[in-house]
């Protein structure tokens, strides 16, 4: 199968698309992936982005269990071969590889991949690596300026290190769930997950963060480092002011729904024609919202002047403001609230956010052509740098695409090498 291809498409910075590997400011970077569903793919990914060259280890008979995770599926238009959109949502730009690391042989085959790898990220359960002889120690002694990212749910060490770990769990576990949701006494009250995967999306981000750290430390030192990335810590560093009113004041900062549980008005408010979202933080910003509404009155007002006031009185000031709104609609308050300096904005679905100027402009959306898959949409980077763009070289791959090519390239295999591999359910 040949190499998979990339395209811009209509709005897209061009120079930012490559066809192969190659440009950014990782180039020349080799990446080992061997992560599975979402937080370890999205670091990998992340790396791409930035020009590393990231092969994805992946399972034999099947690759990552992200692939199937559907409905809705991307479906290739020649066949009925698919993909679930999940997975493309994490894995461009990297060159795909099946092998079987539990077989000795396999085993050998990564460790020739690690001896010139400059990263290496895995999602296994912990220990799991370091039975066939693949942990950072093992490997380590093969590459000393290997940075091998380790992403679990509870991390290499304590009591929890050794069970699995998935958002949902790590989202209960670590408090999102405790301050997500509505008010107690209110219909649908109770603890409410996010509704991404916000426990996974923080350990990727935490994950790149580690590695680009490791590296500098690499230029310093000249050798590698293994860093250990936990859903569960990077959950709880979420919780911010949350968490640390508890620790404190010992002031639990309860549900609020769509209202901010400090600073008012802060939330979503009914106008004319619909619901636009307000958000103020300080006196100054709510004087300007009150003298746009028509009620300059109510920055000197004694229950709304301050802060704390318009917190201890949020149900009137709510009613208030919601009456003052019902006269006009959506993309009236929209300019004036804006004109004024106020945060304010539409509550988007989907569709428009696909259509979302603001988002065009920035080169949000990509179009990735594969061979197989034909064009794969998927968001972009929301990283930008004036000298080094992000690159996006290629469409996420099928499972084991580049298996061939890849050791021809990196282990220079023979073809009866690979045939034998592939006979034996290694590769």
């Known amino acids: 199968m040949n190499d998979s291809s990339a395209k811009a498409s209509p709005g897209t910075n061009a120079a930012q698309v490559a066809s192969g590997v190659g440009g950014g400011i990782l180039a020349g970077m080799k990446v080992l992936d061997l992560s599975r569903v979402v937080a370890g793919p999205l670091a990998g990914q992340t790396l791409a982005d930035l020009g590393a060259d990231v092969i994805k280890i992946e399972r034999v008979g099947g690759g990552d269990d992200l692939r199937t995770l559907g409905p809705p599926w991307v479906t290739s238009p020649t066949d009925d071969l698919e993909q679930s959109t999940y997975f493309q949502t994490v894995n461009r730009g990297k060159r795909s590889l099946t092998l079987d690391f539990a077989h000795p042989d396999g085993a050998e085959i990564l460790r020739g991949l690690v001896a010139e790898a400059d990263i290496f990220i895995e999602n296994f359960r912990t220990g799991t690596l370091a039975r066939y002889g693949l942990g950072y120690d093992d490997l380590a002694k093969i590459n000393p300026r290997l940075i091998y990212c380790s992403i679990t749910g509870f991390g290499q060490t304590g009591p929890y290190s050794d069970r699995s770990g998935y958002d949902y769990l790590v989202q209960a576990m670590g408090g999102q769930m405790a301050v997500t949701g509505l008010p107690d006494g209110m219909t649908g009250a109770g603890p409410m997950r996010v509704g991404v995967p916000i426990a996974d999306i923080t350990a990727g981000n935490n994950a790149v963060i580690g590695i680009l750290a490791a590296i500098i430390d690499r230029e310093k030192t000249g050798k590698g480092q293994q860093i250990d990335i936990s859903l569960f810590d990077s959950q709880v560093a979420l919780l911010l002011n949350s968490l640390s009113a508890w620790l404190n004041a010992k002031a639990p900062l309860p549900r609020t729904g769509n209202d901010h549980p400090t600073a008012v008005p802060n939330g979503v408010f009914q106008v004319a024609d619909g619901h636009i979202l307000i958000a ?53 308050w929209m300019k004036v609230i804006n004109g004024a300096k106020v945060s304010c904005g539409p509550i988007n679905d989907m569709a428009d956010i696909e259509r979302d100027e603001q988002l065009a402009e920035r080169d949000m959306f990509v179009t990735l052509h594969h061979d197989v898959m034909g064009d794969v949409r998927v968001v972009g980077s929301p ?45």
């Open 383 to 427: 990283l930008k740098f004036s000298a080094t763009p992000v690159v996006y070289n290629s469409p996420p791959p099928l499972a084991g695409e580049h298996t061939e090519s890849l050791l021809r390239e990196r282990l220079t295999l023979t073809d009866e090498q690979i045939e034998d591999l592939r006979a034996r359910n290694i590769i």
């Open 280 to 332: 103020t933080f300080n006196d100054r910003e709510f004087a300007r919202l009150a003298e746009v509404l028509g009620h300059p009155e109510w920055a000197t007002d004694e229950k709304y002047a301050r802060s704390r006031d318009r917190l201890a009185n949020r149900k009137q000031l709510s009613k208030d403001m919601t009456e003052a709104l019902s006269h006009h609609g959506k993309h009236h």
